[in-house]
């Protein structure tokens, strides 16, 4: 919708002080929030993943985006009830245990989440049984887990290991990425899927669960 062109343009530029003002603006003029963050907020965001996907847009200017874009969701966020935001569904995403690395994590997450998933970031660090507890509290459709070191990328396979132990494994996608790791190795370990970069990841989620 046209009226929130310029609103999809301070996402896309990371404008994040305009964001707040226009979104501010659209409220007050009456505008349904949730409309603000599909066709405003999230559809800038969209824009914004394609450019990164191919090679016109780098790092730096996506997390300054994916700022805008939060910021003005948390604005929102009191205004509508949160069942009613739409998802394609909910991803767990963590680096696992033994590495300290969450650049890429993150900006997966952000763009996970501009493609309208739930996403519960565990942050760094994280142990095979937490990924595991947390999956049976969120029922997440999609586990991510993240590996820089090729010290620390056989985390992964343990933590599948300890989900077929628990029972979860039917029960959840497992996507793996991270600078050492390889389609060939995703598929030694078990996991459904590889993404090499952040931007592909979210493809390959709704891919996964038949979006």
């Known amino acids: 919708m046209e009226v929130f062109t310029s609103l999809s343009e301070s996402v896309i530029f990371g404008k994040e002080a305009e964001v707040k003002d226009q979104i501010k603006a659209l409220v007050d003029s009456g505008a349904n929030p949730l409309d603000i963050i599909v066709s405003g907020l999230i559809a800038g965001m969209s824009v914004v993943g394609s450019r990164f996907k191919n090679g016109e847009m ?13 910021s003005g969701i948390e ?3 009191p205004l509508i009830a949160e069942e009613d935001i739409p998802t394609c569904g909910t991803v767990l995403i963590g680096t696992v245990k033994g590495d300290l690395h969450d650049i890429g994590k993150n900006l997966v997450a952000m763009m996970l989440e501009s493609a309208r998933f739930k996403v519960i970031n565990l942050g760094v660090n994280v142990p095979a049984e937490v990924f595991a507890a947390k999956i049976k509290e ?8 993240s590996a820089l070191l090729t010290t620390t990328m056989l985390q992964m396979k343990d933590t599948i ?6 029972g ?3 029960k959840i996608k497992v996507i793996v990425g991270g600078a050492p790791l390889s389609k060939e190795f995703a598929d030694e370990i ?5 993404a090499p970069e952040a931007a592909s990841a979210s493809d390959l989620c709704k891919k996964l669960l038949g979006i």
């Open 58 to 70: 780098f790092v730096p200017e996506v997390l300054m985006s994916a700022k805008a874009m939060a």
């Open 138 to 145: 969120t029922r997440a459709d999609v586990l991510g887990m």
């Open 168 to 170: 979860l494994r039917d």
């Open 161 to 166: 290991e300890v989900l077929k132990e628990e």
């Open 75 to 77: 604005l929102l966020k």
């Open 190 to 194: 078990g996991a459904d899927g590889f």
